[in-house]
């Protein structure tokens, strides 16, 4: 296997969606993972630890860990890339991304997803099934969107953020770096970086507590 031109490093659920976007790719494809007891997933290989990337410099690489590990995805992502390894992009056959938006390295964007035009996603994002990322609107790298967010014209997500599921972004906010944005979630205005909100409308869960003290 070591003709193998490209890895998912994850063999979870987030590398298993990926992979199955991968289909074209089939019999070139394979795994790295740090936890995984098996020796392949759904017909791919696992071909050993993320350490095993020494025997695969040649291969691209994209990082699909799950949204519980958003700094260790900033962190293999920055350190392998300073190391000179190389990224790829998948975007589902399923998905649309329009011609006039731009899309970095290392993202994957899922089955359902609409990318419309003149959208930024940076370097290193996910976007899980059925998200909408209006025009003009920009995801900074590291980005994590959960199934079925939907962002509205001109929105900003700054670094590392992550936006629960079928949470919805009003046009022309933002989002602060490292901030979360709860399930359901239905956000009017600008969410501090690093900040934790909630609820229709969302709240930071700073100010809930302060409210039910």
């Avoid at 790719?25 to 017909?43: Q, S, W």
């Avoid at 350490?51 to 695969?56: G, N, T």
């Avoid at 700094?71 to 399923?94: C, H, K, M, S, Y």
């Avoid at 909100?197 to 809930?208: I, T």
Wanted: charged fraction near 15%; glycine fraction near 12%; hydrophobic fraction near 50%.
């Amino acid at each position: 296997m070591s003709a193998v031109a490209y890895l998912i490093l994850g063999a979870g659920g987030a590398g298993r969606t990926v992979a199955g976007a991968c289909a074209h790719l089939a019999g070139n494809l394979g795994f790295l993972d740090d936890h995984a007891t098996l020796r392949e997933v759904n017909g791919i290989p696992i071909l050993g630890t993320l350490a095993a990337r020494a025997q695969y410099r040649a291969a691209q690489y994209i990082v699909a860990f799950g949204s519980r590990y958003q700094t260790a995805r900033r962190d293999v992502f920055a350190q392998w890339r300073a190391e000179g390894l190389r990224f790829f992009t998948v975007i589902a056959p399923q998905a649309y991304v329009d011609r006039d938006a731009e899309i970095g390295a290392g993202v994957f964007i899922a089955a359902q997803c609409a990318v419309l035009p003149n959208a930024r996603i940076g370097d290193n994002c996910n976007l899980c099934v059925a998200c909408t990322v209006d025009h003009d609107a920009v995801l900074e790298k590291g980005v994590y969107l959960a199934p079925g967010v939907n962002l509205a014209g001109a929105v900003v997500v700054e670094e590392g953020a992550f936006i629960g599921t079928n949470a919805t972004v009003v046009p022309g906010v933002r989002i602060g770096a490292w901030a979360t944005v709860g399930a359901g979630a239905v956000v009017l205005h600008d969410v501090a970086p690093g900040d934790v909100v909630a609820g229709v409308p969302a709240r930071s869960l700073k100010s809930l507590h302060q409210d039910r003290v």
